[in-house]
Nanobody, 122 residues
């Protein structure tokens, strides 16, 4: 089974940027579809971005123009680069691996990292 480790969260000011990392062990990130999800307090987990094994990306509307996803096969790591952050981006961010038929639906993913907190506040 693949294990995922999400990291890079923290406190950032509105308008700032942050890069999250998702490092895999027990499997190669370029074999899986890797999705980034987030869950704010009192809200359901939602998909943000997904990078599939062929290199295509799916974006949630909230991520378009602000977030990008990339993969470093040598480090077996997928990155979520976030910019122009605002308070609505505050959430626990999770990475997940799977072969989803619908890229940004959480239940389509088999393996999950532990989550990293992102707080956008002045």
């Amino acid at each position: 089974d693949v294990q995922l480790q999400a990291s890079g969260g923290g406190l950032v000011q509105p308008g700032g940027s942050l890069r999250l990392s998702c490092t895999a062990s027990g499997g190669s990130v370029n074999w899986w579809n890797i999705g980034w999800f987030r869950q704010a307090p009192g809200k359901e987990r939602e998909g943000v971005l997904c990078l599939n094994s062929a290199g295509s990306t799916s974006y949630a509307d909230s991520a378009k123009g602000r977030f990008t996803i990339s993969r470093d096969n040598a480090k077996n790591t997928v990155y979520l680069q976030m910019s122009s952050l605002n308070s609505e981006d505050t959430a626990v961010y999770y990475c997940a691996a799977g072969h989803p038929s619908i890229p940004l639906v959480p239940y389509e993913y088999h393996y999950w990292g532990q989550g990293t907190q992102v707080t956008v506040s002045s």
